[in-house]
């Protein structure tokens, strides 16, 4: 916990300095028109016209004694509070491609075990190694362009249509789940193939094991022979690629939201970058952080009930 602790701290020192250091104008992108007068007020008021060793302890101040992160430069709200309004749809996002790409993972990895260097293994092997190569950019791209525009089998943009609201919750829900699927596949593609060849590879060993042999000599069927002892052998390694994946989706939410206009803490912290609003950044930065450490102390937490060998260690 104090290695995370100090972690947390690095990368957030990291950003500031980063963020800060760009040059231009912090306070520019709000308003061309503001007068030289007002822009000085609101230097001091965010504490720009200080030295930037005076801007950090107060930063980190604020942060350390009450979680300030501050108000944004462009709508005056505090960064927060932006951060936790885009929190929940980022969220049902990650979560949503974390699912998606265990199950296709998985399965593929199966179909690819029963039959080892047959077509079909060739195919989920080459197909893993192109989706990981592939950028999700592009990839949101061309599922926007075939799937969504091309067959409509999926809305281009957003989280909800303007009317779903008016219909009911059944119907919000649903429509969500509409908007939702193919961005989460998107995201979920690129480590689905991770998770392909890495249960492929676990699958084939263990029917070569002491207890694979003893499964097959009872006169297991190879489908339950894989579904129940082979992933049960294969679990805790797929736990830990779990807590692996959290920083990937974290970042490819940035893209995967901006690619399909999804409301989520990626899209808000895009527009801060472009904007240069150093508060929300910096809560960004912070939230993004909370989120992939807790991801890894849950992973572990779970990996050490699957494997009470670990506790040991």
């Given at each position: 916990m104090?290695a995370?602790a100090?972690?947390?701290l690095?990368?957030l020192t990291l950003?500031?300095?980063?963020?800060?250091?760009?040059?231009?104008d912090p306070?520019?992108p709000?308003?061309?028109?503001?007068?030289?007068?007002?822009?000085e007020?609101?230097?001091?008021?965010?504490?720009?016209?200080?030295p930037?060793?005076?801007q950090?302890?107060?930063?980190?101040g604020?942060?350390?004694?009450?979680?300030d992160w501050?108000?944004?430069?462009?709508?005056?709200?505090?960064?927060?509070d932006?951060?936790?309004?885009?929190?929940?749809?980022?969220?049902l996002?990650?979560?949503?491609?974390?699912?998606?790409q265990y199950v296709?993972?998985i399965?593929?990895g199966?179909?690819?075990?029963?039959?080892?260097?047959?077509w079909?293994?060739l195919g989920?092997?080459a197909?893993?190694?192109?989706?990981?190569?592939?950028p999700t950019?592009?990839?949101?791209?061309?599922?926007?362009?075939?799937?969504?525009v091309g067959?409509g089998?999926?809305?281009?943009?957003?989280?909800?249509?303007?009317?779903?609201f008016?219909?009911?919750p059944?119907?919000?829900?649903?429509?969500?789940?509409?908007?939702?699927?193919?961005?989460?596949?998107?995201?979920?593609?690129?480590?689905?193939?991770?998770?392909?060849?890495y249960?492929r590879?676990?699958l084939?060993?263990?029917q070569?094991?002491?207890?694979?042999?003893?499964?097959?000599?009872?006169?297991?069927?190879?489908?339950?022979?894989l579904?129940v002892?082979?992933l049960?052998?294969?679990?805790?390694?797929?736990?830990?690629?779990?807590?692996?994946?959290?920083?990937?989706?974290?970042?490819?939410a940035?893209?995967?939201?901006?690619?399909?206009?999804?409301?989520?803490?990626g899209?808000?912290?895009?527009?801060?970058?472009?904007?240069?609003?150093?508060?929300?950044?910096?809560a960004?930065?912070a939230?993004?952080?909370?989120?992939?450490i807790?991801?890894s102390l849950?992973?572990d937490?779970l990996?050490a009930?699957?494997?009470?060998?670990?506790?040991?260690?």
């Amino acid at each position: 916990m104090a290695a995370a602790a100090v972690l947390f701290l690095i990368v957030l020192t990291l950003t500031f300095a980063a963020v800060t250091l760009a040059p231009g104008d912090p306070l520019a992108p709000t308003d061309p028109r503001i007068p030289p007068e007002q822009a000085e007020r609101l230097r001091a008021l965010y504490g720009l016209d200080q030295p930037l060793p005076a801007q950090y302890l107060r930063w980190l101040g604020a942060v350390a004694l009450s979680w300030d992160w501050g108000q944004s430069y462009q709508t005056g709200r505090p960064a927060a509070d932006l951060l936790l309004e885009s929190l929940p749809p980022t969220l049902l996002l990650a979560g949503s491609a974390l699912l998606a790409q265990y199950v296709l993972g998985i399965g593929l990895g199966l179909l690819a075990a029963r039959r080892p260097n047959s077509w079909l293994d060739l195919g989920v092997r080459a197909a893993s190694l192109l989706v990981y190569a592939l950028p999700t950019f592009w990839v949101g791209l061309m599922a926007v362009l075939v799937l969504g525009v091309g067959l409509g089998l999926a809305p281009t943009g957003g989280m909800t249509s303007a009317a779903a609201f008016e219909l009911g919750p059944l119907a919000t829900v649903l429509d969500v789940l509409a908007h939702l699927w193919l961005p989460a596949l998107v995201l979920g593609l690129s480590m689905a193939g991770d998770i392909a060849r890495y249960t492929r590879t676990s699958l084939i060993e263990f029917q070569s094991t002491e207890a694979g042999r003893a499964a097959r000599a009872r006169g297991l069927s190879d489908t339950r022979i894989l579904l129940v002892h082979g992933l049960s052998h294969a679990g805790p390694r797929l736990v830990q690629m779990a807590a692996v994946s959290a920083p990937l989706l974290l970042s490819g939410a940035i893209v995967a939201e901006a690619v399909f206009s999804w409301p989520g803490m990626g899209s808000t912290t895009l527009q801060a970058i472009q904007a240069r609003d150093v508060p929300v950044v910096l809560a960004a930065t912070a939230y993004g952080a909370v989120l992939v450490i807790a991801a890894s102390l849950a992973a572990d937490l779970l990996l050490a009930r699957l494997d009470p060998r670990i506790v040991a260690e």
